[in-house]
Structures are given as C-alpha cells and as structure tokens.
DNA sequence: AGCCTCGGGTTTTACGTATAACTAGAAGCG
DNA sequence: CGCTTCTAGTTATACGTAAAACCCGAGGCT
C-alpha cells in the first residue's frame, strides 16, 4: 500500500504525449471543498493564509483537514498563471564548478525558501555559441534575477529582460541594477597588503585573473593603493585564467624574467596561489620561507594543500543569502542600499618574514 | 461581449521596481492572433509544430512574424495548466559544494535543454530538521526526479511521489527506481588494486566514507574481491566523513595503532586522500616513497595538491548526460537498461613501488 | 446528382487557482 | 425603526494556452 493510487500503469490513457500516467490525478481545491461541504473560493482563502477574518476558525479547520487526507497540494502552473508572478528567480552565475558559486548559491537557495521562492540556474557558459536566451532556459517566467558580474556574456541579455535585477560581485554604480551586493573584496587585499609589509616584503607579484570584472579589478586598485605609502614598494602583474595549471604557468614565467625578484605573490584566488606554491617548488624555492603565497576565497583547496594557504575568506553562503534578501526587498518596493560584506584574512602556512 | 475591441492599452514601459499584478505587459499569443489577422487557435497551432497539415504555410508565415516583431513567448505557466505537465525534472543531491555533484548537475543540465526541460535542485541536506518534502521545493509540478543515492534522507519522499525516477549512483536493482546509472566504480576499485599489487604492495588500509550507500559498499567488495587471490595480502578499513580533516584524524589514529603497518592506503574520496597525505607527512613519512596513496573521483583537488594524486578518474558530467537521458527514454515509454560508466586510474605522482 | 474527403481554418472549452463583487444574516446604534 | 457595519461565506470571472469539435468551400468518386 504504497501510493494506493487505483492502477498504477494507465499506460492506455488518451494523452498525445506517452509521458507516464497523467499527472492531473492529484486532488484540486474543488475536490477538497467538496469534501469540506464548501465552496472552492473558501479553500482558496484558508490555503492562502489570507482568511484571518473571512473564514470562521471552524470552517478552516475542517478545510485543512479535508486537504490533509486528500493531499491536496495546490498546482503552482494554475497558481502562477493566475497571478502572474511565478515566485520564482533566476540565479546566473558562470559555473558550479566553482566552489565559490556553490556556496553562493547554497545561501540564495536558503533565503529564497524562507520566502516561499524558487530558484532557477542559469550557467553563463552554456550560451557559448550565439547569443543564448538566459530567459528562455527558465522553466517559467521570472520575477526577478540574481547576477554574478563574471557571468559576462549574459548580462546584456539580462538587462533586456526589464526585471529587477540585484548583482553580486559587481561595480555598485552598475547600469540597470536595482543593488548590488559584494563581500570587501578591497578591504580584503588591504588586509594582504598589510599583513605582507609587516613581515618585511616590499617587492611583490600580483598574479591576477585574466577576466576583466569590477570584482578583480577592484583587488588590484586596492593593491596599488596599499603600497602607495610605503618606501620601495614594487608590485608586478602577471595575468592568468583561473586554473592550478595556469596559475603554475604563469608563476614560472614571471619568476624566470630577470630584474624583479618578488619576495611574496599576492594572488586573486587560491586556484592561482596552488599553483603558484607549485611553481615556487618546481624552482627550488621554499614556501614560505623564500617566497611567501596569499590567495583569496578560500576554498576547501586552501586547507588540502600544504602548507595551508594564507587567504583572504569570502563570506560567499552570506553574499548568497544578502543578494536574495536584497532582491526580495527590491520585489517588495524597498530598493536596499549597496552591501560590502565584510572579509577576513586567514594566517595559515605560505606568508613568512621576508628573507633579508 | 465586453472584451470588444480595446485598443492596444500598453502599459508603458515604465517599470515601477514594485511587484507589480501585472508583471509582464508581454504579448500573448491573442495579441498574435489579432496583428496576423487570424485567430489564436492559429497562433497555437503554429507555435506548436503541429501544424503540419493544418495550416497553410503563407498563414503561418505571417503568425511567425507577428510573433517576432511583437517579442511573443508562450506563458509557461498556462501551457504547463493546460498540458499537465512542466517540463521540469527534480535533480536531487546532497550538495553543490560538493564538486562531483556540481559536475554531475552540469551534465544533466546540458542533456535536459538539449530536450527542452528545465532541471530544480533540491539539495537534500536543507531538509535537516523534520522530514521535508523535495517537492514542496519545486516551483512547479515535476515530471520526473533524477536522484543521488548519497541523498539519503529524500529518497523516502521520492519514492512516495509515483514519479518516472532515476538513480544516479546507486544499487542496480533499487526499488522503484525506473532506471540506474553509475560509473563502474567495482572496475575503478579493481584497477586501483592492480596498480598498488603491481607495485608490490599487500598491506593496505582501506580510508572508507562514513556513509552506508551502494557507491561506497561496492568499493568495499570489490577492493576484497580484489585482493582475494594474492597471498599475504591484508586490509584494514578505517571511516571517516569526507573532509581532509576528518582524512587526516581517521589516518593519523590508523597509522598510530600497532600491528599493521600499511604501505598503501586507498581512499573512497580525493578528500580522504589529501587528508591522508597531510596524515603522514606530519607522522614523518614521505608519500610515495614512504608510502603510497590513491584517491577517488579526480577532483579539481587532485592536481592541486603535491604529489599529485593517483586516483580514480570519475566521469561526473557523463554521468549527469547518461541519467538525464535515462529519465527521458523513461518519459517517453522506453525504460532503458542500466548503465555502467567506464572509469580509469589516473597514475600521478602518489603511489609508488612498495619499500621491500 | 449525392455523398464523402480534405485542406485550412474558427469557435469553444477546460486546465486550477485567486480574488473582486455580491449576499445574507446578525449586530450596533442613535 | 431604518441605517450601517461586520461576519462568513458564495458566485462569477479571468489568467493564456492547447486541442477537440465544428465549419465551409472545393474537389473526387460512384
């Protein structure tokens, strides 16, 4: 007696497409007003929490029990049609794959089921070819989208869309916005910068993302603006994509240049500072003791590693769940102010004292 | 009688960022219908591919562009009324952060658009507090559910939802399920165990999940089986949660114990792998030399660690593919077979001749 | 001629819900 | 008493689409 359904297999019912048993075999509101001995409008008003004054508490009662033992579940396609809203959000960011977008999404996922909200993906790169439709590969129309700013390609497309629209990780002036939410990426390289002079280093290398977005150029304004104070301050930059092997290949190049001998590689994610410990030992080099490494975000490749990496930690779950209260909130009429998350920077094994 | 002829009454495109009752202003498929001269059973049909014999190709030639220039899109939501179904399939897993999983959803999502599906997520740890409903997650009503046996605590819920249902990872035989696919993680184990017996080795610990499901059991029997006919040869299992910090613990306290002197160990996971690595270079002995290790599954992880990982390299996104087109053939009437996915052992730089 | 088919449409209806508009009885009230 | 207000509902309608059922003029067949 699992589902006690009738028939299981109604393989021969008349429906165009042979997609398994019609799904409609589900109780409606009518169904269960009928069993209530109401109409379906009262239904409507007590499922929809909205009957604090229309519906006696006796009425509503026998309505959700009736509801209970019919297990009634409201169709959402009738819901949304009605409305004309979907309660639902699309969520565009590069990849999965990334780490960092995960727990972004973990956290957006989170608030926007507090909220009664679905989410929908859409991966940026999968658009590759011509200008893919973010919208079309919603499985329902939307009422509003989260956007990561390096999910570039789909930004254009999205701003077409006319919907509200919150950033994460992007310019806070950004066109077409309604907010924008970043953790302290500048406070964060501040926090390298800071924690990099006091142990002594002056010369450094900047091994940076090769993607031009407000969320690395920001890290490398911010650089440039810790060091200005200081005597003898030198920074370098060398760009790669955000791989080990590329981070690797680009700290071989850059340390096989000759005049500039950094002391510390101040990288733009731990992908990039692995790859530069790689590097650093492929040469012969000690980290930390001759070569200090920093990354940022955080990832769970940062403690695998050894020694553990110095990092700067993203607060990336929060970003998730900000950037959905924040888009709720637009949703609602109260257009939030620009957040900066706060960051932290996180001591662990590739930073040392600069070798005299 | 009172719709008579109202006059194009364009909200304009002002967009009060409120959540407004009239969200869109879109075109619908009457709008159509009215600038093509024809009525909206026309547009429908023309829209829909159906309309082989029924319309004449000046007409519908003349639907289609009306429906560009107006930027018509079918309402989702009343289709999805009208047919009784969505097009949408449930994907169900324990979590993005966990990069097997991200890949896997990366294939599933690629296959479903190729098909015109939308994919939702649920991720089955959100329901940690009482039995929560995957359902109740969906946006919308689902047509079928692709699911993780690592999702443990869902499957009870799926089950109950009489839905076409696909296990990814899981027992060839689970019941209910309508189909099975997995990488052929017993052939994944076996090579693992040749590599290591080539190598010399016949004391090995076995670095086991914590979690009881099919993917896990199978490598537990298949590395016995494997061993089976060599003589000498011994394992000793030790389970862990899959981090590197509960890797490093389980090995540490494995390696403290007298007795058995391990020269390989096998991980069920890169993770326990990395963790195992840090284990024993800590203790003071070096891997490979010391002793050898393998991984599984070949995260982004593995080449990022030095030595690089010797592991079992598992097709995640094939894996996504290969299930989501099981779930179709299963919508469409045709249950497909089980799938067992080729693996391969990636040798790096983690094992090594066993020390006589 | 009478009848059937067939191409190319149109009319109509139903999907399940939320809510505006209405109703009816009871109560307040000067 | 006549009027309004409040409570607890009900009736009716619209959302946008797909498709069944109908319709009509032009051939085709016997």
Redesign the pocket.
């Known amino acids: 007696m699992t589902s006690g359904d009738e028939t299981e297999q109604r393989r021969d019912e008349?429906w165009?497409?042979a997609r398994g048993p019609r799904a409609?075999a589900?109780?409606?509101?009518?169904?269960?007003?009928r069993a209530a001995?109401?109409?379906?409008?009262?239904?409507?008003?007590v499922?929809?929490e909205?009957w604090r004054?229309?519906?006696?508490?006796?009425?509503?009662e026998a309505v959700r029990s009736a509801a209970r033992s019919l297990g009634?579940?409201?169709?959402?396609?009738?819901?949304d049609?009605?409305?004309?809203r979907t309660r639902t959000v699309l969520l565009v960011v590069p990849a999965l794959t990334n780490e960092f977008f995960a727990r972004v999404h973990t956290g957006v996922v989170r608030v926007a089921r507090e909220h009664g909200l679905g989410v929908v993906l859409y991966l940026s790169p999968e658009g590759a070819g011509p200008a893919r439709d973010p919208f079309a590969s919603a499985s329902a129309t939307l009422d509003g989208v989260l956007a990561s700013s390096m999910a570039a390609e789909a930004l254009g497309a999205i701003r077409g869309g006319g919907l509200p629209l919150v950033m994460l990780d992007s310019d806070p002036g950004h066109e077409g916005a309604s907010a924008t939410v970043n953790p302290d990426i500048a406070d964060g390289m501040r926090q390298v910068a800071e924690h990099l002079l006091g142990l002594g280093h002056r010369r450094f290398l900047h091994l940076a993302s090769d993607i031009d977005t407000w969320t690395f150029r920001v890290r490398a304004r911010a650089l440039a603006d810790a060091l200005r104070g200081t005597d003898g301050a030198a920074v370098r930059t060398e760009r790669a994509p955000l791989t080990v092997a590329d981070g690797l290949r680009a700290t071989e190049k850059a340390l096989a240049e000759p005049g500039h001998r950094p002391t510390a590689i101040v990288c733009d994610d731990d992908v990039l500072a692995a790859g530069a410990c790689k590097a650093a030992r492929r040469l012969g080099l000690h980290v930390p003791a001759d070569l200090s490494v920093t990354g940022f975000t955080d990832l769970a490749l940062a403690t695998a590693v050894e020694p553990e990496l110095t990092t700067v930690q993203l607060p990336a779950e929060a970003v998730g769940e900000a950037g959905m209260r924040a888009l709720v909130a637009v949703l609602d009429g109260r257009p939030p102010a620009p957040e900066a998350l706060p960051v932290r920077l996180v001591t662990r094994g590739t930073t040392a004292y600069a070798r005299p």
């Not at 519906?55 to 509503?60: D, G, H, Q």
């Open positions: 008349r165009p497409t409609g589900r109780a409606t509101s009518r169904d269960v007003a001995g109401v109409s379906q409008a009262t239904v409507s008003l499922m929809g909205k004054g229309r519906v006696s508490e006796r009425t509503a009634y579940r409201p169709n959402l396609a009738a819901r049609l009605r409305l004309g």
